[in-house]
């Protein structure tokens, strides 16, 4: 069973304008949720985390909401560029360990 | 510095052969991960390793096997190939909690026909 979910495999994004990924969870046991951003041939690149006591945590143009009670994650970046085109993963943090579950991923285009 | 270091990039087996793949982690890290990405599938986690103990492990069966040296390198192994093992397989480390993301190298592309 995938515990964590990204239902839109795809996202089209007009340059300038907000571009919001999302992720469900079904697992409480998790501490820590992280984002991802994949180029072809290279490794995933770390973005930026929030712990599960926070519902907000913003780094420049990036900023995650969690909303525990919904069990869902969103990542928003303000404002979109053609260099964000790339995939876009969420990933889970296990409970007091290192091991993350990763979604399936979302593939964002910025488009001019 | 340089980044996390996996060999080979490409490699084509043949099913019931067996590989080992290797990682170079960032200098001075000693968490060392493993997983497996396959179109569909995502990333999936094969296991972790800490000053050469694995710590822990993820749902394969143990045709997968993994080891960390003195050094922090690490290798993976997988035994009797088969067709479904085809995928890019990502070592990831790091030297503080996960929170703060692993780094990721760009990945060695299984191709088993």
């Known amino acids: 069973d995938q515990q964590v979910k990204q239902n839109s495999p795809s996202l089209s994004v007009q340059e300038g304008r907000i571009s919001i990924l999302n992720c469900d969870y079904t697992?409480?046991?998790?501490?820590?949720f992280l984002w991802y951003k994949k180029y072809p041939a290279e490794g995933p690149t770390f973005l930026i985390s929030?712990?599960?006591?926070?519902d907000k945590n913003e780094d420049g143009r990036f900023t995650v909401f969690l909303n525990k009670s919904a069990k869902h994650l969103s990542l928003h970046i303000v404002p979109s560029q053609p260099g964000d085109s790339a995939v876009y993963f969420c990933?889970?943090?296990?409970?007091?360990?290192?091991?993350?579950?990763f979604g399936t991923g979302t593939r964002l285009q910025v488009f001019p | 510095k340089a980044g996390v270091t996996q060999t080979p990039r490409y490699l084509i087996k043949t099913r019931g052969q067996q590989v080992t793949l290797s990682c170079s982690p960032i200098?001075?890290?000693?968490?060392v991960s493993w997983y497996q990405q396959t179109p569909g599938q995502g990333l999936q986690f094969l296991f972790e390793?800490?000053?050469?103990?694995?710590?822990n492990k993820g749902n394969f069966p143990g045709r997968f096997s993994g080891r960390q040296f003195s050094n922090s390198r690490s290798e993976m192994n997988v035994s009797t190939l088969e067709l479904g093992d085809s995928a890019l397989y990502l070592c990831?480390?790091?030297?503080?909690?996960?929170?703060?993301?692993?780094?990721f190298g760009s990945g060695t592309r299984l191709t088993v026909v």
């Open positions: 990831a480390s790091s030297s503080q909690t996960v929170n703060y993301g692993y780094t």
């Open positions: 697992n409480s046991m998790f501490d820590y």
């Open positions: 929030i712990s599960s006591i926070k």
């Open positions: 990933a889970a943090a296990v409970y007091n360990t290192d091991k993350l579950i």
């Open positions: 200098s001075g890290h000693r968490s």
């Open positions: 390793y800490f000053s050469e103990t694995q710590r």
